[in-house]
């Protein structure tokens, strides 16, 4: 048997897609967000209710209220677990409906291509100018009783034409791929083609996307909630912030009323930017390798940095 036979019936072994490993970025921002996400799904169902009024007012953490009480005599803790519901509530809407959004107008019109990019780009471009905050401010002229979903949808509608920019480019890119090409003149459906071909391409940038899409849901009820804009009758982080702000709890010292819901927000609003980095890195690997040339530069002498330069010169 001669070395060519060999080759011809030795086993085909196809080489599997390798992906990069855990960053250190990406498990911190699982675990934290992952601690956040756990503690608004059980801790509703572990506490009391947010709005039952005690006989207590502004008392300090205790072995009765573990983190205080509000200057109604609230218990802070079960605020903070609804609040925390709450606000999780609002990133999730937000995120689903920017990645339909975002999804619909720009792959699907992308890769159509025509008239229909173009109004699709038209529409897109309209909703990019339109500011958040004033309709919000409109709408609460208008809607006295806001519901967390209003506020979800206020957001998620003027939030997803950015998220659709960036796809609809990414889009254009793949779809004059060589791949692509081929499977069109091989006479295959243009469902198929966007379904198997393009969209796979294009998961770890719509994942970024959308956790790019619950931070900004997230600060942006934080925010509106907080100048007294937000969901009426809901607990969430902003509104724990307004109410603490209305009882003058940071001139009366009464910090375990307002740095718990500021914590968790910053908290969880890092734990997401982690994971966004990491998806960055997961798109891009050149990001990768700076970052390791830059933690390898973090660990050089100055002469040793001038050395390395003068060598890439």
């Not at 959004?101 to 890769?111: C, D």
């Not at 229909?116 to 958040?132: C, H, K």
């Amino acid at each position: 048997m001669t070395a060519d036979t060999v080759a011809l019936t030795a086993p085909v072994t196809r080489r599997r897609p390798t992906w990069p490993p855990l960053t250190a970025k990406l498990a911190a921002g699982l675990i934290l967000g992952g601690a956040v996400v756990l503690f608004g799904l059980l801790g509703p169902l572990l506490v009391q209710d947010p709005s039952r009024v005690g006989d207590i007012g502004l008392a300090g953490p205790s072995g009765d209220h573990l983190l205080g009480t509000t200057q109604t005599g609230q218990d802070v803790l079960a605020q903070l677990a609804y609040a925390t519901r709450g606000s999780l509530i609002v990133g999730a809407i937000v995120g689903v409906l920017t990645l339909l959004l975002s999804a619909f107008f720009g792959i699907v019109g992308a890769y159509a291509g025509g008239w229909l990019d173009e109004l699709f780009s038209l529409f897109t471009n309209i909703v990019l100018v339109i500011p958040g905050l004033p309709v919000v401010i409109v709408i609460s002229a208008y809607v006295p009783d806001k519901s967390l979903l209003l506020v979800s949808l206020v957001l998620a509608i003027t939030g997803w034409a950015g998220s659709a920019r960036v796809l609809r480019g990414s889009t254009l890119s793949l779809r004059g791929r060589d791949y692509v090409l081929a499977c069109r003149v091989a006479g295959e459906k243009r469902w198929r083609i966007l379904a198997v071909e393009i969209l796979p391409n294009l998961i770890p940038l719509l994942a970024s996307q959308v956790v790019f899409a619950v931070i900004f849901a997230i600060l942006g009820e934080a925010g509106l909630s907080y100048l007294g804009l937000g969901a009426s009758g809901s607990f969430t982080w902003g509104t724990m912030l307004y109410y603490a702000q209305n009882g003058l709890a940071l001139r009366l010292g009464a910090w375990w009323w307002f740095v718990p819901p500021g914590l968790l927000l910053a908290l969880f609003g890092a734990a997401l930017s982690l994971i966004n980095f990491s998806i960055d890195e997961i798109i891009n690997p050149k990001l990768r390798s700076q970052t390791r040339a830059s933690r390898r530069g973090w660990r050089m002498s100055s002469e040793q940095l001038r050395k390395a330069k003068e060598s890439t010169l």
